[in-house]
């Protein structure tokens, strides 16, 4: 069970990071993680009155802010017509309405989780991400860092035409992913990122140009052949290394036809 002994609702960022600093402090996202954990806090931190729950279009980008919920991005018109439906399919999956509308973008990036549908696609579209101390960067440099003390405040998801399709693999609905498997193309440069390997989603691009000349049902082959042979698989309770192995060739040929058909 998780045991709180204080409650702030921060008044600013600033607050908020300085009380993050102490050990025994935690941030709060939608708590739906942090509740399941076995922990005595000393002081929760509530980001809920610092307006990060709004989605903010640029003429370049979209700004999540930490607080917005995984309902928010399924739902958002501009999220779904950027990602061709992309984003809704990637959380529909994530046990149900009531639990998106309470799981934040914040804590589903910032806790990195290796089951994460919604890091692999973020991955997939090449996001950022800005911290409150550590400023703005990759979230590929994010996700591959250890944790630290600091205050994620938003992901930042670049315009612009591009194709993108999300795949993920489960043993029954609503379950963990076995696989996790995001594609996005852009002026025929092509990336994937695969997750729940399991382990951090990571992306991987198409570096001998398997598909610089268009999307065939040979390319698909070959880029989803290699895909899979680089990515490291491992084993667990719902499925094999070598079965993850077979299913990463099946979801990344899959998606790429699938953006061809479109
Ligand atoms: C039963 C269950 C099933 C799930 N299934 C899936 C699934 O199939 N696919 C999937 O992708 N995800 C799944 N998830 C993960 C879920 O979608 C959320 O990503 C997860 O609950 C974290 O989001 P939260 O808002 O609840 O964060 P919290 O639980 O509140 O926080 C998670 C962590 O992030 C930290 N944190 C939160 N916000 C910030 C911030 N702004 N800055 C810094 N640190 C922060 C917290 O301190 C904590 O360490 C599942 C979770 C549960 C509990």
């Known amino acids: 069970m998780l045991t709180i002994q204080n409650y702030v609702r921060a008044g600013s960022l600033e607050e908020a990071y300085a009380l993050c600093q102490k050990k025994n402090n935690v941030v709060l996202g939608g708590m739906l993680w942090l509740k399941m954990q076995r922990n005595r806090v000393d002081t929760a931190i509530d980001l809920s009155g610092l307006g990060l729950d709004q989605i903010e279009e640029t003429d370049s980008e979209y700004r999540l802010g930490a607080m917005v919920t995984l309902r928010?991005?399924?739902?958002?018109?501009?999220?779904?017509?950027?990602?061709?439906?992309?984003?809704?399919?990637?959380?529909?999956?994530?046990?149900?309405?009531?639990?998106r509308n309470l799981a934040t973008v914040g804590g589903s990036v910032f806790g990195r989780f290796?089951?994460?549908?919604?890091?692999?696609?973020?991955?997939?579209?090449?996001?950022?991400?800005?911290?409150?101390?550590?400023?703005?960067?990759?979230?590929a440099d994010f996700a591959a860092a250890p944790r630290q003390r600091d205050i994620l405040t938003h992901v930042i998801?670049?315009?612009?035409?591009?194709?993108?399709?999300?795949?993920?693999?489960?043993?029954?609905?609503?379950d963990f992913p076995v696989l996790t498997c995001a594609l996005s193309r852009r002026e025929g440069r092509t990336l994937c990122a695969v997750g729940a390997r399991p382990g951090r989603a990571?992306?991987?691009?198409?570096?001998?140009?398997?598909?610089?000349?268009?999307?065939t049902p040979e390319g698909a082959q070959a880029f989803a052949r290699e895909a899979a042979g680089?990515?490291?698989?491992?084993?667990?309770?719902?499925?094999?290394?070598?079965?993850?192995?077979?299913i990463c060739q099946v979801l990344v040929?899959?998606?790429l036809l699938a953006m061809e058909g479109e």
């Open 72 to 99: 928010q991005l399924e739902l958002h018109p501009g999220l779904d017509r950027l990602t061709q439906g992309a984003m809704a399919e990637s959380v529909r999956h994530i046990v149900g309405v009531q639990f």
């Open 114 to 139: 290796g089951f994460s549908d919604v890091l692999t696609l973020l991955l997939a579209l090449e996001a950022r991400v800005v911290l409150y101390r550590g400023g703005e960067q990759s979230l």
């Open 157 to 174: 998801i670049p315009k612009g035409e591009r194709r993108v399709v999300y795949l993920s693999q489960r043993n029954t609905a609503t």
């Open 202 to 215: 990571e992306p991987f691009e198409d570096g001998q140009g398997l598909l610089a000349g268009g999307i």
């Open 230 to 246: 680089r990515f490291r698989f491992g084993s667990n309770l719902r499925g094999s290394a070598q079965y993850r192995q077979e």
């Open 253 to 255: 040929r899959r998606g």
